[in-house]
């Protein structure tokens, strides 16, 4: 397997497929006893988009995401499937071929960012370390550091403080602001966040919110970020790809999701658990059951047991992921035999 060519760092044009995701599983452990953290999944992301990765705890979400970088934790591997970024494949490529991407131009924000700066040395001295290793990013340390100074900016912090800072002396708020902006040092086409509001209150959560929106804007940047939360999703996603119990259930516009054109029960049954302040008084409604046990699966479709619409074939059968003529996909056997019958 050979590398990414130095070719795949030109633009590619908005709209574009930049990230495609084909039948990819991944499995922790080997034999009858492995677990598939994600199984038969395919996705695109195209360049310019805001695309959401949702679902509840322990559907694979995070795993998907760890896996366009090659950093599954063992003893998970991808077992079936590939990755392309830029129409090149990705899968199988060794540590050090990886290595040429990442942060290049793949980046990643982990969900612990409260905890990935050394404690012991200075933001500025770690940004430094970054630079030696990237030493052809930037034509000196000087116009590396001063683009991170202007990252800075852009993630409204004070330069010459963080410079100067231990992570012992920032709030939470302001290292996951710098968590950020190092991921964006040396200018990646993709950056993907896990989980980046959850550990902060709702201040700061609404200030990584509209950082996110003018980083976007700003630099172009396609970004895919891990959440559970739907009202981040609604207010900053351009396209969201639903996952349960390891599988894509429906992938779509945000104005598809959210508006009426969701198709999937479990995607009905999240929006429906959202609170609402228009409809004070209303009881939230909870979905019943719990996440199936991805060492016992159920047959058929795995949101069979808990889904009100459920019939024999839904138990029987998994259903396929289906596409209508606007991308929008959907594996659910009711949905697609209602799709099917309208001639949609």
Known sequence: MTAVSQSSRATTAVGEPLLEIKNLTVAFGEGPGSVR?????SLTVNAGEICALVGESGCGKSTLAYSLLGIVPPPGQVIAGEVTFRGESTTGLSTAEFNKLRGAELAMVFQGAMNAFNPVLTI??????????????????QEGRQYFEHLLELVQLQPERIWKS??????????QRVAIAV???LKPSVVILDEPTTALDVLNQRLVIDILKDLHR????????????LAVVAELATRVAVM????????????EIFGNG??????????????????????VKPIGGSVPNLAKLPPGCRFAPRCPLAEPVCSAQE???ISDDHDHLVACHVANRALEVSGA
Request: aromatic share 6%; proline share 6%.
């Open 262 to 283: 969701r198709r999937h029960p479990y995607v009905e049954a999240l929006i429906g658990a959202i609170p609402s302040v228009l409809n004070a008084g209303l009881r």
């Open 218 to 229: 700003t630099l172009g940047v396609t970004i895919i970020f891990v959440t559970h939360d």
């Open 166 to 175: 231990y992570e012992s002396q920032l709030s939470g708020g302001m290292k």
């Open 319 to 321: 259903p396929d992921l």
């Open 244 to 255: 349960y119990a390891g599988r894509l259930v429906e992938s779509g516009t945000t104005e």
């Open 124 to 141: 500025g001295k770690q940004v430094e370390h970054i630079l030696q290793a990237h030493p052809e990013s930037f034509a000196d340390p």
């Open 37 to 41: 953290a994600v199984e038969d999944v």
């Open 183 to 185: 991921s964006l040092l």
